[in-house]
């Protein structure tokens, strides 16, 4: 058997080719915000005031871009509805045909004529949701009105799957306690996420095959 060189370079070249980079995740819009570089400090003069400081009505609150805080999250939802429609309509006719005439043969029930329709439909709906957490966050944006954007999320890798829970909105600096923390009902415009991928999470959903005749289903 004759080995071409061309052949056999060509197959050094795919046995030591390194393997293919993985694709890296794509950002979720949750990543924390690290905090603005401050510059480096002045020489030290001896004075007092050259030292920096934490003001005494501020103490250690979060208030910069990247300062952590914690989010209390305290949700609970509940929602209901009941729809209820019903119709119904009736009507009749009747034609007395003559005793005598090429018309006389009909019988005096041939020429009634009667309609009934109806429609009853009935819609209930409702939905419970409680969510019970804690969360940290970063400031990822301080405005001049005293308000913040943060944003933040939390991974948890399991032995049936992955978890997370992601959190972003709008919280007033003022409403800060001193451990750093803050109601989940005292943000504006939250939008929280939970949700997750793993065996426990694809046996909670229905399968495609069901959801495609769900689909075209007339009824």
Do not use: C, H
């Not at 004529?113 to 939905?127: E, M, P, R, T």
């Amino acid at each position: 058997m004759i080995v071409r060189p061309a052949l056999l370079l060509a197959g050094l070249v795919v046995v030591l080719a390194p393997p293919a980079l993985a694709k890296a995740p794509k950002p979720s819009g949750f990543e924390p915000t690290l905090p603005v570089a401050q510059p480096a400090p002045a020489a030290a003069t001896g004075s007092i005031f050259a030292s920096g400081y934490a003001p005494l009505y501020a103490g250690n609150k979060a208030r910069g871009i990247g300062d952590p805080l914690t989010i209390l999250l305290i949700e609970q939802t509940n929602a209901a509805k009941t729809v209820s429609s019903k119709s119904q309509k009736g009507g009749s006719a009747s034609i007395t045909p003559p005793k005598s005439g090429p018309l006389s043969f009909l019988k005096a029930d041939a020429l009634n004529l009667g309609s009934d329709s109806s429609f009853n439909g009935q819609g209930n709906a409702g939905q419970t949701s409680t969510l019970n957490s804690t969360l940290s966050v970063t400031i990822a944006e301080v405005r001049a009105n005293g308000t913040a954007l943060v944003r933040g999320e939390k991974r948890m890798m399991l032995s049936q799957g992955d978890e997370w829970v992601r959190f972003s909105g709008i919280v007033r600096l003022a409403d800060i306690d001193e451990d750093n923390r803050i109601a989940s009902t005292r943000v504006a415009d939250a939008r929280i996420e939970y949700s997750g991928r793993g065996a426990l999470q694809r046996a909670s959903r229905q399968g495609w095959f069901g959801r495609f005749f769900n689909m075209i289903s007339p009824f």
